[in-house]
């Protein structure tokens, strides 16, 4: 899946300024020069590592399935997806990689039910670890860059389950939630915001919406981020493999979607002029 990681920033979990590895041309900064030639070099050794890192990322998401589909026929199977909804949600799958096969049975669990089931099965049904914690303990990754495993995690904030095996909501798990589950708009989550109430409204810990977003900006860039994937991946959604239905409301026919550029209401652009001054 083609996950990016996101820029950290020391005073919150999101820079205002964060971008993906590989995204536009090469960084300059204000009020700097760069002579024609420089640029023109720079942008050519852009452009070819991020060829070179999207084809690698195609081939080594697309092999799995392919040697998956080929065993299972063999066999007269077939085989599982094991996507979640949060990734579903955002796009953060390869639709002719890991998005494919016959059943997503995990679909429609968050990213961070998918820990709480995991721990379910170890400590009640199994009474033993046969999901391995490391797994649980891992950032979340494609791991489909050159560079392998390790380099880079995903720009979100899931659900985790701590070693005591408590629950702490994640952010993006809880915008997923309220997206779909409760048909919330970037106007909804802007206005819990500027009155203080989201960390109330998503369940989250208090102060946890402030702790990973040191400004308003950085707030309303990643708001923005994530409603444009979340529009933006309707089209692969569409063509994803069925789900398992556990919740109140999934992706199919409780959610009806256009292939549509993402809107902004008038009311939401006000209150962000008004945020942003």
């Not at 990016?4 to 999101?14: D, E, L, N, P, V």
């Not at 024609?36 to 697309?62: D, E, I, L, N, P």
């Not at 009474?127 to 392998?148: N, S």
Request: hydrophobic share 40%; net charge positive.
């Amino acid at each position: 899946s083609p996950e990016r990681s996101a820029a950290t920033s020391g005073r919150g979990r999101f820079a205002s300024n964060a971008r993906e590895p590989g995204e536009g041309g090469p960084q300059r900064t204000r009020g700097s020069r760069i002579s024609g030639a420089a640029w023109k070099v720079q942008v050519s050794r852009s452009v070819t590592t991020s060829r070179s890192s999207r084809v690698h990322a195609a081939g080594a998401s697309g092999t799995p399935s392919a040697v998956l589909a080929a065993r299972a026929g063999a066999a007269n199977g077939f085989f599982t997806s094991n996507g979640n909804k949060s990734e579903l949600a955002f796009g953060y799958y390869t639709l002719n990689g890991d998005g494919r096969g016959a059943i997503a049975p995990l679909g429609d669990l968050l990213k961070g039910e998918v820990y709480q089931l995991a721990h379910y099965m170890n400590t009640v049904v199994f009474g033993r670890e046969v999901i391995p914690q490391a797994v649980m303990d891992v950032a979340p990754m494609d791991e489909l860059g050159p560079q392998g495993s390790g380099v880079r995690s995903d720009p979100f904030v899931y659900g985790r389950v701590r070693t005591d095996g408590t629950f702490v909501h994640g952010y993006h798990d809880a915008m997923v939630h309220a997206f779909i589950g409760f048909r919330k708009d970037p106007e909804w989550f802007l206005e819990r915001y500027s009155d203080d109430t989201l960390d109330r409204e998503l369940n989250l810990a208090p102060g946890t919406v402030k702790g990973l977003f040191a400004t308003p900006a950085a707030f309303v860039q990643d708001l923005e981020r994530c409603w444009a994937l979340f529009q933006g991946a309707v089209w692969k959604r569409v063509q994803s493999v069925p789900l398992i239905l556990v919740s109140k409301r999934a992706f199919g026919w409780d959610l009806r979607e256009s292939v549509l550029p993402p809107f902004m209401s008038s009311r939401y652009e006000e209150r962000k002029r008004a945020l942003l001054g």
